[in-house]
């Protein structure tokens, strides 16, 4: 029996330790990949594609992505859930599976996400940290650190902190969270919220933060950054590990239609 296609809204956390990214690559083990590989398989037809709502990083993590794909398949939602969570290795995890409008687009229908960067200030670093933060055993001053973050909330070009190699025309971005969160001693996380992010753009601004921090930044560096848009007066790129998608909202979760 032939089942009707339908757009379904996939939820899912995973660990980017052992991941060349979320994007299909050829020859490459990605998150994208292999969740297309066993939706396909599920499918048992043509394979199935998968959209998702940020393309993160190799060894970026994400604690929830979004996804949105068609599928034909016999299988409820729930039913497809616990397949999912079969076939899935255990470094990829899926959070929900729902039946969506066939409009839904994860990427476009985005109106915020939300990244952490962790870092790990201890002298010789957690060794139960050392996949999911930046170790950082040199002198910083959080007061500097946290004097600059004000001045990145708003509505500008971060062509200054995109990667050299970002393909995006249109560079403006509002930026609406910039902040810092001790979460015990020797750990402080960054987290920063937009309608949309740059290329290594939040991993560029920890670098930056990071030198401010340490003093051999200027606390204008970040305004200087942003006016002139050459990324190279900005800090290095940070350390990919140490970066967590948190979060991507939704105009119907708002509401409550779509959580």
């Known amino acids: ?11 899912l956390a995973y ?8 994007q299909m690559q050829r020859s490459q083990r990605t ?15 043509e394979r199935v594609k998968v959209r998702g709502a940020g393309r993160t990083d190799a060894g970026v993590h994400a604690r929830q992505q979004v996804a949105d794909f068609e599928i ?11 397949a999912l969570s079969r ?66 909330v708003g509505r500008r070009d971060w062509s200054g902190f995109a990667a050299s190699g970002c393909d995006k025309i249109d560079r403006v971005r509002t930026l609406s969270e910039a902040r ?5 001693e020797d750990t402080w996380d ?16 920890v670098g930056t933060l990071l030198e401010i921090g340490g003093g051999r930044m200027a606390e204008t560096t970040i305004q200087e950054v942003l006016s002139s848009g050459d990324r190279r007066q900005a800090g290095p790129t940070a350390a990919a590990r140490g970066l967590c998608l948190e979060r991507v909202r939704y105009a119907d979760d708002e509401r409550g239609a779509s959580t």
Request: hydrophobic share 40%; charged share 25%; aromatic share 8%.
């Open 1 to 11: 029996m032939k089942h009707a296609p339908r757009r379904v809204r996939l939820d």
């Open 15 to 22: 660990d980017g330790t052992s991941f060349a990214g979320w």
């Open 31 to 45: 998150v994208q990949g292999m969740i297309e590989q066993a939706l396909s398989e599920i499918q048992g037809a």
């Open 72 to 82: 034909a398949s016999r299988l409820d939602d729930a039913s497809l859930e616990r």
């Open 87 to 152: 076939m899935l290795p255990a470094d990829v995890r899926p959070l929900r599976v729902a039946t969506t409008a066939a409009t839904f687009h994860a990427q476009n229908d985005a109106v915020s996400k939300t990244y952490r960067y962790r870092l790990d200030v201890s002298p010789y670093g957690d060794p139960l940290q050392s996949r999911y933060a930046l170790h950082y055993p040199y002198p910083l001053e959080m007061r500097r650190l946290q004097s600059a973050l004000p001045s990145l």
């Open 180 to 184: 810092l969160e001790r979460i015990t």
């Open 190 to 205: 960054l987290v920063f919220s937009a309608d949309g992010f740059l290329q290594h753009m939040v991993r560029n601004l």
